[in-house]
């Protein structure tokens, strides 16, 4: 399932759920959902080949809310659950117009030594110490 179909409009008074990984993860309007019920911290993200930006929360099973909420539908996937109140498109746009782009740090190129013989040149612990584990995926 890609992105496109993931972020597909839904009904003001569904949440949608996909799994990824060990995670499951919310877009738009569902994330803003958790991000209101449960505080969780969403990510903001320019997705090119749809070429707009998209905001994300993630959590694992553990605390999967499906409890809480009348479950619409359910796969091994994909989880559709029905919200109390409808989810206010307008609020929505303002919660994430406020959300900071998410950045992927680039290994900056000086211009007598190629991108491979600086990425190359850069030690493995430093590599670790800088990668950015809250935006990776655990495939990454």
């Known amino acids: 399932m890609t992105i496109c179909d993931k972020i597909i ?70 989880i559709v659950l029905r919200t109390e109140n409808a989810i206010d498109e307008t609020e929505f746009l303002d919660w994430k117009s406020k959300i900071k782009l998410t950045e992927r740090q680039a290994i900056k190129q000086n211009d007598d030594v190629s991108f491979t013989e600086k990425a190359a040149k850069l030690d493995i612990v430093e590599r670790i110490k800088t990668f950015d584990l809250s935006n990776a995926t655990p495939i990454e």
Do not use: M
Request: glycine share 4%; hydrophobic share 35%; proline share 6%.
């Open 9 to 78: 409009e839904t009904s003001p008074n569904e949440v949608h759920l996909f799994k990824e990984g060990v995670f499951w993860v919310a877009y738009e309007q569902s994330a803003y959902y958790f991000h209101l019920r449960k505080g969780y911290k969403p990510t903001k993200k320019f997705i090119k080949k749809i070429n707009c930006e998209i905001v994300s929360v993630g959590f694992p099973q553990s605390v999967l809310p499906s409890a809480e909420l009348e479950i619409l539908q359910r796969s091994d996937t994909h």
